[in-house]
């Protein structure tokens, strides 16, 4: 290599003027969501919790209870879907923490946390990338819901506005595993922590049964439950039932998560060493 | 004297475990300083302090004159960090990962990319640019590592450990690298448990051991702490072994020692030795395969100075 070395001067000192540019922390977060959406394109393998496991659900769910709980499975599929669609999409939520946990276990973020960008900059980026893999979960689970007899009874434009509202509150909610990907010190941990929080509450919920069939103290728990909310507003938008009030709640509880855990998880990852 | 960074009395403790007990490091502008010392001995906790990863419990450190705790932003404008804790990412290419860093450090993206491609062929990874890291061997994933540290023309390196788990030559070729980085003006830091390595890239060594600097110098001085030159000799007929060693005991008033078969080591005053022992071999018909006179190696120091060798005590601690 000595022929390439022979002229290093304008290798480290040509100083290019880097004039201070601004809205650096969106730029920044922008360019580590690139990362993050590289990295899910060359393993795919982590797609598999969003492309096949949607599918999976469906069946199992639709075939194996849709004809106990609903005595259809048209009716059912109507039913559970959205709701599906909404515990889907929080489930996928679990993975940034996961690949935070990686990242920094790897020292990939000991590089960005000693250079001139904001503490945030990298998990902000981290959550963006990973919106890619609600809006799979969500082609994947509508897809193949129509091609089982799922149909939008609203209209294509409440029904968009019900997916983007799924994902603004798992965006707001994946702020809860990025806190957990710092917290623990295995990817693994994040994996098992993160669904043992997740399963109560999204089966604790109205998403493969009606509430009133429930014992009172687990009514109590869906009432409170705000993916109850969710999932409700999810219908509301895509087959029918109230809108107005669960749209409310799940808004709110989207702000109040965010609110909360962003800082939660900025602050956790500017102690962590 | 201004130092390109410079560290007094840092403190870090883990828990009951102390990782640093007040150590100090300076460097002049455009030297390496080599931090010598084994697994566990702290050396990548100063890096992380000086490199404003980890903040000190004690003690200042300082760096192109901004200290590390009160103006971390300024101090993350002037380093660049390389090593096993600062690492490159294995999904990405080289091209990807070096684009991304300069977006980071706010190139505009068609300078990140003309940046990436010049330190890319300047490190002969031109070939491999668009292939994802994962893909490279160890000698070019150090390499990209080193690129990486440097795309902000950053006037402190950090370089942590930057050749461990490399076969010989492609330490060498890691070691060029670094070389021509000072030529530039560069000041770089460098950690290392070869001593070879301290020995060879190093203007200046600390030592350090348990969290302690525990001799800083020269590499000529800290070999002269363990006392004067040595004479070895290798005889070509093992069954000269005995007169030879008798021969230099004579020469050297000293006593002869064998640290290795067919090999005879003795320290001597001075270099005058050398000739009295080449004309007495010589008049004894004893053929000689090796004749040399030398300063101790960096091993020897290690030892005289902490009197337990190079033996690791622990896992480093962060």
């Known amino acids: ?273 | 004297m201004t130092y390109a960074f410079q560290a007094e009395g840092l403190v870090k403790r883990f828990g009951s475990t102390t990782a640093l007990s007040g150590i100090d490091l300076a460097a002049r502008q455009g030297s390496i300083l080599g931090v010598l010392g084994p697994n566990g001995a702290g050396k990548t906790t100063a890096v992380r302090i000086l490199a404003t990863l980890l903040r000190p419990d004690a003690g200042t450190a300082t760096v192109a004159g901004y200290d590390v705790v009160r103006d971390a932003e300024r101090v993350r404008r002037v380093i660049g960090l390389t090593g096993q804790y600062a690492s490159v990412d294995d999904d990405l290419t080289g091209t990807e990962n070096l684009v991304l860093i300069g977006q980071l450090l706010d190139f505009r993206t068609s300078d990140a990319r003309a940046r990436a491609k010049e330190l890319l062929s300047h490190f002969e990874l031109a070939d491999a640019a668009d292939r994802p890291v994962k893909t490279y061997s160890g000698g070019m994933r150090r390499r990209l590592d080193l690129a990486a540290g440097l795309v902000g023309r950053p006037d402190v390196i950090y370089l942590d450990e930057p050749t461990t788990g490399l076969d010989p030559v492609r330490r060498e070729d890691v070691w060029r690298i670094i070389r021509t980085l000072v030529d530039d003006g560069v000041t770089v830091l460098l950690t290392t448990q070869y001593l070879e390595e301290a020995d060879a890239l190093a203007d200046d060594i600390s030592v350090i051991d348990q969290g302690r600097v525990i001799a800083a110098g020269t590499p000529a001085e800290l070999k002269r702490i363990v006392g004067g030159q040595h004479l070895d000799l290798r005889p070509t007929d093992v069954a000269r072994m005995a007169d030879a060693a008798a021969i230099l005991a004579d020469v050297a008033g000293q006593p002869v020692e064998s640290p290795g078969r067919g090999q005879l080591t003795v320290p001597v005053a001075d270099d005058t030795a050398l000739t009295a022992a080449v004309a007495r071999l010589d008049a004894a018909r004893i053929g000689v395969a090796e004749l040399s006179l030398r300063l101790p190696n960096l091993d020897d120091v290690f030892f005289t100075l902490t009197g337990h060798g190079t033996t690791d005590t622990e896992e480093d601690a962060a």
């Not at chain 1, 749209?247 to 909360?260: E, P, Y």
């Open chain 1, 1 to 273: 290599m000595s022929t390439t070395l022979t002229a290093p001067n304008d290798i480290t000192r040509a100083r290019t003027p880097s004039t201070t540019r601004p809205f650096g922390l969106v730029r920044h977060s922008v360019a580590l969501a690139k990362r993050s959406l590289i990295k899910t394109r060359r393993t795919p393998e982590q797609l598999l919790d969003v492309t096949l496991q949607p599918i999976m659900f469906v069946v199992l769910f639709v075939y194996l209870l849709g004809g106990a709980v609903a005595g259809s499975t048209h009716d059912y599929l109507q039913f559970m879907l959205p709701a599906l669609l909404t515990m889907q999409v929080t489930f996928a939520s679990v993975q940034t923490g996961i690949n935070l946990n990686d990242d920094i276990k790897k020292g990939v973020f000991d590089r960005f946390r000693s250079m001139p960008i904001a503490r945030s900059a990298p998990l902000i980026g981290s959550v963006l990338g990973d919106v890619i893999r609600y809006v799979i979960s969500i082609v994947v689970l509508l897809g193949f819901g129509s091609l089982v007899g799922f149909r939008i009874e609203t209209n294509p434009m409440s029904a968009l506005a019900a997916c983007l509202l799924v994902m603004l509150f798992a965006f707001c909610m994946s702020w809860i595993f990025v806190l957990l990907g710092m917290l623990v010190r295995e990817p693994g941990a994040v994996q098992g922590i993160g669904f043992l929080a997740l399963f109560p509450l999204t089966f604790g919920t109205n998403l493969l049964t009606p509430t009133d069939t429930l014992p009172g103290w687990l009514q109590a728990w869906v009432d409170v439950n705000p993916l109850t909310q969710v999932m409700a507003a999810a219908r509301g938008l895509m087959v029918d039932g109230p809108v107005a009030g669960p749209v409310i709640h799940t808004l709110l509880w989207s702000v109040g998560l965010l609110a909360v855990f962003f800082p939660l998880a900025v602050r956790a990852y500017r102690r962590r060493t």
